[in-house]
């Protein structure tokens, strides 16, 4: 049986946040991935199976090694989804900084 994985569940994972962050200006396969962290290599594997099957990290071969790279139009959903978020705590501090400025200041 096939777990349908949630992204936001996915990139929750501290060690996730890191492959991701770490495979965004260059592809690299799972075993360099595994040399940046201090943790088993089945782990790491586990992490990049996950993050694959949410489609955030695509495979790539090249001969005989497996490349991960990042899947922009996935990473673009978040971001889609984050914005309003983002714009409605972006109106919320503008209008503080306003409220701050309209009151005199103290000597």
Known sequence: ???????????????????????????????????????ARPTVSKHLQILTECELLAQEPSGREMYYHLNPLKMKEIADFLEPFRQLWDDRFNKLESLMKSYPSQP
């Open 1 to 39: 049986m096939r777990l349908r994985r949630d992204v936001f569940q996915a990139i929750a994972d501290p060690t996730r946040r890191a492959i991701l962050l770490l495979v965004a200006s260059q592809s690299m396969t799972a075993g360099t991935i595994a040399t940046h962290f201090d943790t």
